[in-house]
């Protein structure tokens, strides 16, 4: 396992719930769709003075949750970054979950412009 650290002791959960979306949304996660309809978390938190809100989907939920937990943190904003330095630091020996998880956010981003001229 890589080692990713940060300051993140000043990081603070204020709230985390989740919703449906009424319209089409892009998830802070990957950069791909929340479609209408479907199922998201909006998370809330405090990083030193200031508040981060994050809408994040299904898969990167589940994917960060279980990421941020094997590297010693109960969640994690911007995950994507943390994951891709991850995998691109352990290289040849990166844990395939990773990889995996890296591969199936960077194809749900690349579903953004597809989702927005479909709901425009
Ligand atoms: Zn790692
Ligand atoms: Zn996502």
Known sequence: MCDI?????????????EHRARKLYRCDGCCGPIAPGRRYTRRASVYGDQMVVERLCRPCLLDSTRFAKEHGWAWLNDWLEFLRECVVDDGAAADPRWRCALFRAEARGKQWKAAEAAHA
């Open 5 to 17: 650290y940060d300051d993140l002791d000043c990081h603070r959960l204020v709230s985390e719930r």
